[in-house]
């Protein structure tokens, strides 16, 4: 069974940084792409980003490209999420998501964490 668990949320202003991490279990990290997603409150859960198995490409929503960036760290199972030059607007729960093949897109994943809360005050 893989487990996705997330860490690096909080309270930060607008203008700041967060780096999200998003650890998984199970084998072959490196062989599935890995996503992460966003739900603001009231609001649909929206594709944010995601990356390659090996870690070649990356793939961003249009909202978010040139403040945020996907890595991994296939030796630690890990995925991460630097967020920068932070709005309002991007207050919501952050997920991550292991793809259900090796190739980053934004809707083909089928283990989901639990998220963790992304607040930016203005």
């Known amino acids: 069974q893989v487990q996705l668990v997330e860490s690096g949320g909080g309270l930060v202003q607008a203008g700041g940084s967060l780096r999200l991490s998003c650890a998984a279990s199970g084998r072959a990290f490196s062989n599935y792409a890995m996503g992460w997603f966003r739900q603001a409150p009231g609001e649909e859960r929206d594709f944010v980003a995601a990356i390659s198995g090996i870690g070649s490409d990356g793939l961003y929503a249009d909202s978010v490209k040139g403040r945020f960036t996907i890595s991994r760290d296939n030796a630690k199972n890990t995925v991460y999420l630097q967020i920068d030059s932070l709005k309002p607007e991007d207050t919501a729960v952050y997920y991550c998501?292991?793809?259900?093949?090796?190739?980053?897109?934004?809707?083909?994943?089928?283990?989901w964490g639990q998220g963790t809360q992304v607040t930016v005050s203005s």
């Open positions: 998501a292991r793809g259900r093949t090796s190739r980053a897109t934004t809707n083909e994943y089928d283990y």
